[in-house]
């Protein structure tokens, strides 16, 4: 488009030229002419050529026509090509649209797809907690029947460590003659300490005590026992299944205590304590306990019902002497 415009430019360059220039006269000729008659020769010298200025103008049209063609032929060929490109264009864009819209489609479908995995995965997990907890509940119940199971066997094959006396109970060894000259009474109590268990027993401690207190009167919530540390003579064995043991023990009273208590304003207690291991390293501690009824004829040594007297306890750290020592029997 540029070159046509150029070439009418150039065409139409003759119209606007100056005509031709007349023939040089003597500078003296012409500044002696009128400017008026210098006028009129210059319109005659430009209409002597009429048919000069008709050419020039048909050349003109002529070449305006074949611009006005070449820029419409070169306008048609650029508009081609410019449709064809936005063709192009709009059938690219019409195909990424399409491929977009797939791609949306199968994005959707995969955000779904993973929606839907997602849920299962959700639900799979807590079915799977689920499982976990009734597993754990079922491992707990098999672990809490499991030690039920162990103690119950400990408990069944456990050692014990029975304290109890023979059949006469505490016998008076104050002769007649001594009561006469003395005012202390003398008795004297066999015992029979047996493992009535089915394992052995480390015996630690075996002592026996006695204590006198008012009748009406409540006992002691803990049983006076003697203090270790006093203890001259301490008893140790390894007690095995039917094993048995028959240690005998002295008791004094004075004779007022001897008449209160055969009057009943008194009463006189024998207590005894054992303190052992089994066979499974815990330790235990057996008590025992009687009164002595004056009047009784048969056995005299009646258990006492008192809370905390007679039992057999499993003991706790720091309870008893012997915490530092192996046992044997385990």
Not at 28 to 44: D, F, G, H, Y
Not at 78 to 100: F, M, P, R, S, V
Not at 239 to 264: L, V
């Amino acid at each position: 488009m540029t070159i046509a415009v150029f070439l009418v430019l150039l065409l139409a360059q003759p119209i606007y030229a100056s005509p031709p220039a007349a023939p040089e006269r003597s500078r003296t000729t012409e500044t002696s002419r009128p400017k008026i008659a210098q006028k009129n020769e210059n319109r005659e010298a430009t209409q002597s050529n009429p048919n000069d200025l008709s050419a020039a103008i048909n050349e003109l049209t002529s070449t305006i026509r074949e611009a006005k063609a070449h820029i419409s032929d070169q306008y048609e060929k650029e508009k081609i090509q410019i449709d064809g490109k936005a063709l192009k264009a709009e059938e690219k864009i019409a195909d990424q649209t399409e491929k977009l819209a797939v791609y949306t489609d199968n994005l959707a479908f995969f955000t779904r797809l993973l929606v839907v995995v997602g849920g299962l995965q959700l639900g799979l997990f807590f079915w799977q907690l689920l499982l976990m907890n009734k597993a754990a509940k079922d491992a707990g119940k098999s672990a809490a029947a499991a030690l039920e199971t162990a103690k119950a066997i400990t408990l069944s094959e456990r050692a014990y460590i029975k304290i109890s006396h023979d059949q006469h109970g505490m016998i008076r060894t104050t002769s007649d003659a001594d009561v006469l000259y003395s005012k202390k009474r003398t008795y004297q109590v066999q015992f029979d300490v047996r493992n009535i268990g089915k394992t052995p027993a480390d015996l630690t401690r075996l002592d026996f005590s006695q204590f006198i207190h008012p009748s009406d009167e409540p006992l002691p919530v803990v049983p006076p026992y003697n203090d270790p540390d006093t203890i001259v003579f301490v008893i140790r064995a390894t007690m095995y299944g039917t094993d048995a043991i028959f240690p005998s023990q002295s008791f004094i009273m004075s004779e007022e205590e001897s008449s209160a208590i055969w009057n009943r304003t008194k009463n006189f207690y024998i207590l005894g304590v054992a303190e052992y291991i089994d066979h499974f390293g815990i330790r235990h501690r057996a008590g025992y306990a009687r009164r002595y009824d004056p009047h009784s004829t048969e056995n005299n040594l009646l258990m006492v019902t008192w809370p905390g007297y007679n039992y057999d306890k499993q003991r706790q750290q720091g309870d008893g002497y012997d915490w530092d020592d192996t046992p044997s029997t385990a």
